[in-house]
């Protein structure tokens, strides 16, 4: 059985997807992470992302897995693991940018269904009810204003102590939720069968609770 979880940047599908594994004992797939981890990649090889030849070269070079340490996904670039260096926002913009690529997705894709052969999985991404699982017996879209979305990055960044600008957080968010929707392969969008859930008005309890009960009608 697996779960499939889209929307766009911080609606909280991470969040949402990582309690809900806990609670049902799924392995929990974070597929941004790997983006990330093949656009910091190219950033290290000093890659721009117009650089379309470039990107499908190296992303040839770019050997990415997971694996589990106490519970938590590790992504592994080239034998190194890079949890410690993907959350910039230089890497999530890089990641957006260059998502945009069949030959990046491809490769990803493909790990990414390999994954969900071997266990149950509760999967969130972009595409992930809509590609990478169309069987996925339960699929969510997950998504929130995007003033809510840059308030809660706002937040979440002042606790760790990083100066930030409200207004700079969504505009952000707003041009990769364009960049996202829009690309040709795979674009974000909620697939037929996907539930969606508007995160705005809800806690964190609430949403995992509405994912929940989706599960449970499927059993
Ligand atoms: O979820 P995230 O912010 O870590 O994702 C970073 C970028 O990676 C996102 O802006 C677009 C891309 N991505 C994608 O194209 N498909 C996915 N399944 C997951 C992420």
């Not at 974070?30 to 990330?36: E, F, L, P, V, W």
């Not at 690309?183 to 929940?212: F, G, M």
Request: hydrophobic share 40%; net charge negative.
């Amino acid at each position: 059985m697996n779960i499939a979880i889209d929307g766009p940047a911080g609606a909280g599908k991470s969040t949402i997807a990582k309690t809900l594994a806990k609670k049902l004992g799924y392995i929990y797939v974070d597929t941004g992470a790997m983006y990330r981890a093949m656009a910091l990649y190219f950033l290290e090889q000093g890659i721009s992302p117009e650089n379309e030849p470039a990107i499908m070269d190296a992303a040839d070079r770019a050997d990415i897995s997971i694996c589990y340490h106490k519970g938590q996904q590790q992504v592994i670039l080239n034998k190194e693991d890079v949890n410690g260096k993907i959350r910039k926002e230089e890497v999530g913009n890089m990641a957006s940018a260059i998502s945009i690529y069949p030959a990046v997705r491809t490769k990803l894709v493909a790990l990414q269904q390999k994954l969900a052969k071997t266990a149950d999985v509760i999967m969130d991404g972009r595409d992930i009810g809509t590609c990478v699982l169309p069987d996925a017996e339960v699929k969510v879209y997950l998504t929130a204003s995007p003033c809510t979305r840059a308030k809660r990055r706002f937040d979440e960044l002042q606790e760790k102590g990083v100066e930030c600008d409200l207004e700079a957080i969504q505009k952000d968010i707003e041009e990769r939720d364009y960049r996202d929707m829009h690309r040709k392969t795979s674009p974000l969008r909620q697939a037929e069968d996907a539930v969606l859930i508007d995160s705005s008005e809800l806690n964190i309890d609430e949403v995992v609770e509405a994912v929940y009960n989706i599960w449970k009608k499927r059993q």
